[in-house]
């Protein structure tokens, strides 16, 4: 297919996968879940041994739900420092003496916690590089409010240098679907957006989006959901990555 001269990817649960098994299992009020919470304890109870677990852990939920709707009103991305700043305020703590350094390294727990549950599933890696040996351009466009994770991810699984540029909402201030961060990727490729194919899991932020732009798209329907009716309608729909051999 020469209708494309790049192919624009998602990058978590398009390239790469949560696995979140990896994480430890924490049980309050009789409820259990995998989470980074433990990793984040251990640095903030270097601060405050005072405040048990317990004590730590609502704040620690609340800051995350109350993170993720700032993010979704107008699609602003930002950085995760900003995430454990809501939760020190909603905890009303004396000052710990460096806070910008506890938020450091919290955001460093936090972002390692992740990192260990991300997984390339190796037919994932064989399809990027069967698709930059036809010829084709290859980048990433990523909702991710920490780059350095990113890509450090990307060098441990030795794939950043199939890609010519790596666009993270982080650095650009905006989230997917907002048109900002796909054109922020067009302009650095100096290409036209009919001129890529984005490739997504996300359907409200990876289809619409990028269909906002002018872009082609395929959408990766990870979850199964109905095909009918979808607005805006994807060029294509695949299940898993490797499929995008049978018509790249």
Known sequence: MNKY??????????????NFSHLPTIE???LRSRTTSKEVYEVFAKYYPEIDFAKFYDP??????EFQEMKLKEYKEFPNRERFKLMLDKMDLPPAGDEDRLIEKMVLAHMNGLA?????????????EYIKG??????????????????????????????E??????????RK?????????????????QDALFVGDNFDADVVGSKA??????????????????????DYIINKLPELENFI
């Open 60 to 65: 620690f939920i609340e800051s995350y739900h």
């Open 165 to 174: 540029e790596i666009v993270i909402s982080e650095e650009v201030g905006w």
């Open 177 to 193: 679907p907002n048109h900002i961060i796909f054109q922020t990727a067009v302009k650095k490729l100096e290409i036209l957006p």
């Open 116 to 128: 260990s549950c991300v997984e390339l599933p190796e037919n994932n890696k064989k399809t990027l």
């Open 5 to 18: 001269s790049t192919v624009i990817f998602d990058l978590f649960d398009t390239i790469v996968d949560f």
């Open 213 to 234: 732009l002018g872009m082609d798209v395929a959408w990766i329907n990870r979850k199964n959901r109905p095909e009918s009716g979808l607005d805006p309608t994807p």
């Open 28 to 30: 309050l009020k009789g």
């Open 134 to 163: 036809k010829g084709y351009r290859l980048a990433i466009v990523s909702n991710f409010d920490y780059a350095p994770t990113a890509y450090r991810l990307l060098e441990r699984f030795n794939i950043k240098n199939l890609f």
